[in-house]
């Protein structure tokens, strides 16, 4: 800062020292960084997927050498957490693949000379359900699945009835 003199005025607009501000900017919102597309984004940030795995054997192998209660159960939650969040991720590519797929279908058909045609929600809904079905079906478990799923049901439907109150 500017030393001045006690003795004199000081005047009513003071000469002041600007000091450059640093822009932030975020990366999520800015148009800098470019549009945001999964597919690039899998591509570039790929070898995250290998250190995972690698992050995934050592805390299994840290599990099975632990002795400590308190750190075991910490260890089980973090190998609970990292096979979700594994499992999200290969939903989310298979729900991308499904999408790419028909999009590919409709590029098809409009070079054919067809009139596009897109699924509503419903639709693509029933296809996914109808896709779990087969996978289901080829792994054996659809039986299973089935009675779960009764089960669940009848449970709601016991809800649902009026109580026997009279």
């Given amino acids: 800062p500017l030393e001045m003199s006690a003795k004199k005025p ?10 450059t501000k640093k822009v ?35 805390v299994q192998k840290q599990l099975k050498k ?6 075991k159960e910490k260890l089980q939650q973090l190998l609970n957490r ?7 991720q290969k939903k989310q590519q298979k729900l991308r693949e499904r999408e ?14 067809k009139k596009p045609f897109f699924l509503k929600k419903s639709e693509k809904r029933k296809l996914e359900l109808a896709e779990k079905y087969a996978e289901l079906k080829r792994s054996g478990k659809l039986e299973s699945f089935l009675n779960k799923k009764r089960k669940r049901n009848a ?10 109150n009279l």
């Fill in 155 to 164: 449970i709601k439907d016991k809800r649902r009835l009026p109580s026997k």
């Fill in 100 to 113: 790419l797929s028909l999009k590919r279908q409709q590029r098809e058909l409009a070079k054919q000379g």
């Fill in 24 to 58: 932030r900017r975020d990366p999520r919102f800015d148009d800098l960084s470019g549009e945001y597309k999964p597919e690039i984004f899998m591509k570039t940030y790929s070898f995250l997927d290998s250190i995972k795995k690698q992050e995934k054997e050592m």
């Fill in 66 to 71: 632990c002795q400590n209660m308190e750190q």
């Fill in 10 to 19: 000081v005047p009513f607009l003071r000469q002041v020292v600007s000091v």
């Fill in 82 to 88: 990292m096979t979700q969040q594994e499992q999200a």
